[in-house]
């Protein structure tokens, strides 16, 4: 399959980016059908499992990390309407798609509507000093009437492709869209990597973290980008609807039961990543959609961890240190 | 305003004491019409432990907020050491702690993290370096929290979790620190104990301001008092304001030194 004329409009400088990822599917395709000689599993046989597999880790990754960061600022229906927007976004790609024959992804015009709703949203925030629930509402049914309509308008044939938005379909993971979902996991944990200490500050205590000169109004953009970009990269499996759930649940249940930050990052990943390699198998044999049991996996384990925590809390009640003594002699020892 | 220089303890030089560490020259703010705060001047040196009182809403946070920078005033100028507050950038000299950070009741994060905050405007991107993790574990030290090092914030009392921002205030190597009535929802025997914490670091030479409701901690505690009610009813001397009718005029007849107003 040459991706060059599938994709007149990505070629040039766009080819040079996304290059290296369509060699890597390439090589993780390789690596995933040497792991089906060996298994003999079935699942592991096709090209479309291997990228919905690669697509799905990276979902695991990216979105309880971003996850973790909103829900302590009690931001997490920010995903939900980010997604409703994404589906706007798929819409524009497919009206231009239909009508100028553009032939561009419509994961990538996703990615930057959502982007504009998600500066949108905050930018609101700033100029009313609260994130509040109505202008969330009023963001997320616009997003998903633009779509509905430009969808309708365009009638015909593009409904039928509608549904893979929806509700997020694994055999339609094509090497276009698996190759912008790494572009985007690359961003997302490059730009977390750097900004890890500003991020953490400000999801803390917003108020010390300006008064300590960050700039908080920054870093929350950032952070709305970067959910826009996780929201969209993971809306191929999980559909608009769903995807939310990612960002949310895994965060929700590692809460239960980690004890420092890192640790409740840690282990949101590796639930997320539980309920996605199980949620893909389960729904690739009993031939359910991925995204339903991905998330009702997901949903089962949040349960568990949250009976784990309360045994915890009951059982491993550890004696309360001794208070040490106020000792302020070398507190400004370091300071000259 | 000479009346307080009286009031500054020894300073320990930890800035040159023509800088002051917080002015405020006729500075007014108000939200739309009505005007929060009016007319404040007031410069608080390096080494100073000032308390500002006054009833609700008679300005307390919002004076707080133009000090820092948080909120730009109307009419007048915000200096934090020298420079006008919101172009501050050196913000770890000053440590900040709220009433109750919000994220504190229940994120998973431990108190050394929190405490290692402190150090974030020392690193910027980067990593934590071992000497700066020795700048935490001794910060732990000092409040007397390093057996609750690893121990998750939300398990701690309203005490030690507001020792526990002491100790990042600290670890920042601040020397300005700013407290927004911190022991609210604290047991009245932490908050002796916070308060003597607050006395040592500050004949340690740290400058202390404390936005504070509770009078009698204040007026024990503290050597000079701002007393607000949308402006300045009195700024002098703990034992000058004790003696003085600025409490009656500012609160109204209600409030006594017991405290109790709240």
């Avoid at chain 2, 919101?86 to 431990?110: C, L, N, W």
């Amino acid at each position: 399959m040459t991706y060059l004329s599938v994709v007149p409009l990505q070629a040039g400088l766009l080819d040079a980016v996304f290059g290296p990822f369509y060699w890597f599917l390439n090589y993780w395709s390789e690596v995933m059908s040497w792991a089906a000689g060996q298994t003999g599993l079935e699942i592991l046989q096709y090209g479309f499992m291997h990228r919905a597999i690669l697509v799905g880790l990276c979902i695991g990754v990216m979105a309880p990390l971003i996850g973790t960061f909103l829900v302590h600022r009690q931001l997490a229906l920010i995903g939900d309407a980010l997604a409703h927007t994404g589906f706007a976004g798929v819409a524009v790609g497919l009206f231009l798609n239909a009508v100028l024959d553009l032939g561009v992804s419509p994961y990538l015009t996703a990615v930057v509507v959502s982007m504009i709703a998600a500066l949108f949203i905050e930018l609101i925030s700033e100029a009313t000093d609260a994130y509040n629930d109505v202008s969330m509402a009023i963001v997320l049914s616009t997003g998903f009437a633009l779509g509905t309509v430009l969808i309708s308008i365009n009638a015909g044939g593009l409904a039928v492709g509608v549904n893979q938005f929806l509700f997020g379909n694994l055999a339609t993971v094509t090497q276009d869209s698996a190759a912008i979902l790494l572009l985007l996991f690359v961003i997302v944990i490059g730009v977390v990597g750097l900004t890890r200490n500003q991020l953490l500050y400000v999801t803390f205590d917003e108020t010390a973290a300006a008064v300590s000169g960050l700039s908080v109004s920054w870093y929350n953009r950032i952070m709305v980008l970067l959910t826009a970009m996780v929201v969209v990269g993971a809306m191929q499996i999980m559909g608009v609807i769903l995807v939310a759930a990612m960002l949310v649940v895994p965060v929700a249940g590692a809460s239960q039961v980690s004890r420092s930050f890192n640790e409740s990052i840690l282990v949101s990943v590796v639930l997320a990543e539980l309920a996605v390699v199980l949620g893909i198998g389960v729904s690739y044999y009993a031939e359910a959609t991925a995204g339903g049991v991905i998330v009702l996996l997901a949903v089962a384990i949040y349960v568990g961890a949250v009976v784990l925590g309360k045994l915890q809390a009951a059982t491993g009640e550890e004696d309360t240190p001794e208070m040490g003594s106020i000792d302020v002699s070398d507190a400004k020892q370091s300071d000259d | 305003m000479r009346t307080h220089t009286s009031a500054t303890p020894t300073s320990s030089g930890t800035a040159s004491s023509t800088v002051s560490a917080i002015e405020l020259s006729d500075v007014d703010f108000g939200y739309t019409s009505s005007p929060v705060v009016e007319e404040i001047s007031l410069r608080i040196d390096p080494g100073e432990y000032v308390a500002v009182v006054g009833p609700n809403g008679s300005g307390k946070s919002t004076l707080m907020q133009l000090m820092l920078g948080l909120l730009r005033p109307d009419e007048g100028v915000a200096r934090l050491f020298g420079e006008p507050s919101h172009q501050f950038d050196d913000g770890e000299r000053i440590g900040y702690v709220a009433q109750h950070a919000s994220a504190s009741k229940e994120m998973p994060i431990t108190v050394r993290e929190v405490v290692k905050m402190g150090r974030f405007p020392h690193v910027g991107f980067g990593r934590l370096s071992s000497e700066d993790w020795d700048i935490v574990d001794r910060a732990l030290d000092t409040v007397g929290m390093a057996a609750f090092a690893n121990r998750r914030v939300t398990q701690l009392s309203g005490g030690q979790r507001q020792r526990a921002f002491i100790a990042r205030a600290l670890a920042s190597e601040a020397d300005l620190l700013v407290l927004d009535e911190p022991t609210v929802g604290v047991d009245m025997e932490s908050v002796e104990a916070f308060y003597n914490l607050l006395d040592s670091l500050n004949s340690n030479g740290i400058t202390v301001l404390l936005i504070e409701h509770d009078l009698g901690a204040v007026t024990e505690h503290a050597d000079r008092v701002i007393c607000l009610n949308r402006e300045i009813y009195f700024d002098g001397s703990a034992n000058e304001f004790v003696e003085s009718d600025a409490l009656a005029r500012a609160f109204g007849t209600t409030a006594n030194l017991l405290g109790g107003s709240r």
